[in-house]
């Protein structure tokens, strides 16, 4: 049922507010709980911009469970500046105010769940701009009646970066050598309520995902070290009881593989129930935590991580290092273009131009399907839901394709709205004999010579 949403104006200063935090007990730029779910993740980190948001000046506040980087925080501002949604490390709630202190809407995303609201939710929140900082906070009650309960409560008092302010630029990290650490992991490892100790870890380069380097994590109850293929090996229950996991550089996760002595089915996929925090690489070393928030229940199996790690990490051998992109070069300015770059630029077909047949699908599309009388097409993939959902996020969005509203991607039904020019495509993800099925409604494409 649609309620109204609850605004709130900030009618106390930045000094005042900074008060209250000293009496409770706080010195920290955020703190605060999100809910996502029935799962409680904690926000510690905080950073607050200026941006344009629906052609309209905003300032918006995100507080995560990792620091936010640089580039991260260039996309999100370019994202929203052409209409889409920006992406951060998830967990995470963005806050976006208008100029005037109101809450316009929020967002939220943990695990493999991602939502919004715009109003209606009964959120209340407080901004104040003063010297320089953005200080406030927000509260957010559960909702009975929701189909993904919802809540948080969270305070920040942060720097505030102007329009053409930027954070400071990302520390090139050091890919190696191996530093001269010993491997340890600590923590409890669940299967259907039974304990498994899991006693040897290791990480390795594995193949790029997404355009990135990709990092694998093995971790096993029984030594693994003298292993060619310990990822493989460790998937089919070699080493005992093990967990594998697929992560970029960044510590975002995007791929989940558990076996639990305790399981009936040995080895399966889970990948939006667990979360990496803490997570540094560096100097030849990877450490971190990794945690599914309490028990999850995956294909009727239970399962439980909660371990800390840390594993040396040498430099990427070349058959897994990616070549610098496009984007990441650096681009002339217009002055210096020449000619010939101007010309090809201007004569590049519009958007809607773009034929259905060119739009990516993944790597391992099989039974593809195009139905022109709807403008549908649709395939199957062997990869878990949200792992396909970030393939086809990547190569969408390296084919000039923007967010078109909130992605909402979990385990059992994901939907990726997107736009490019005139054309727009909604892609329905979900689960299909232990992959995935994706089907894509399009709009304003060219589905001649299909």
Request: charge should be negative; aromatic fraction near 8%; glycine fraction near 10%.
């Amino acid at each position: 049922m649609t309620k109204k949403f609850i605004y709130l104006l900030s009618a106390i200063t930045a000094m005042e507010v900074v008060t209250i935090f000293a009496q409770e007990g706080t010195t920290k730029v955020a703190e605060g709980t999100l809910m996502l779910r029935n799962k409680t993740y904690q926000l510690a980190h905080a950073v607050a911009y200026e941006s344009t948001i629906d052609e309209e000046d905003a300032v918006v506040a995100v507080l995560s469970g990792q620091p936010v980087a640089s580039e991260m925080l260039k996309e999100a501002r370019a994202a929203e500046k052409d209409g889409g949604e920006g992406d951060f490390r998830r967990p995470y709630l963005k806050l976006v105010f208008k100029k005037t202190g109101e809450l316009k809407y929020w967002s939220a995303a943990a695990g493999g769940t991602q939502i919004g609201r715009h109003g209606g939710s009964g959120a209340t929140a407080e901004l104040k701009l003063a010297d320089g900082r953005a200080t406030g906070k927000a509260n957010q009650p559960v909702e009975a009646d929701s189909m993904f309960p919802t809540n948080f409560d969270v305070r920040f008092s942060v720097a505030l970066l102007k329009a053409g302010e930027e954070l400071p630029a990302s520390i090139p990290k050091k890919r190696g050598p191996a530093a001269n650490v010993k491997p340890t992991v600590t923590g409890i490892f669940k299967g259907n309520g039974k304990d498994a100790k899991l006693a040897y870890v290791s990480a390795r380069w594995g193949e790029p995902f997404g355009g990135k380097p990709g990092i694998v994590l093995v971790f096993t109850e029984k030594d693994h070290s003298k292993d060619t293929k310990p990822d493989f090996n460790a998937a089919f229950g070699k080493f005992g009881s093990a967990l594998i996991i697929s992560l970029h550089e960044d510590g975002d996760i995007y791929g989940c593989e558990v076996v639990h002595s305790a399981h009936q089915k040995q080895g399966f996929s889970s990948i939006g129930s667990i979360e990496m925090s803490g997570f540094t690489y560096d100097e030849g070393k990877v450490e971190g935590e990794l945690t599914t928030n309490g028990p999850v229940d995956t294909f009727g199996e239970k399962w439980e991580v909660k371990i800390k790690f840390a594993a040396p990490l040498g430099e990427i051998p070349k058959e897994y290092q990616v070549a610098e992109s496009s984007e990441t070069r650096a681009k002339p300015s217009a002055a210096e273009k020449s000619e010939e770059e101007i010309e090809s630029n201007e004569s590049k077909p519009a958007a809607g131009g773009l034929k259905v047949k060119d739009i990516p699908l993944t790597k391992d599309a099989a039974d593809v399907q195009y139905n022109r009388l709807v403008e549908q097409l649709q395939f199957k993939s062997k990869s878990e839901v949200k792992r396909v959902c970030a393939e086809l996020a990547s190569d969408l969005k390296v084919q000039g394709w923007s967010n078109d509203g909130v992605d909402m991607v979990n385990a059992n039904s994901s939907i990726l709205k997107r736009k490019r020019g005139d054309a727009t495509l909604t892609i329905f993800v979900k689960p299909e004999n232990g992959g995935s099925e994706v089907k894509m409604m399009t709009e304003g494409l060219s589905w001649d010579e299909q």
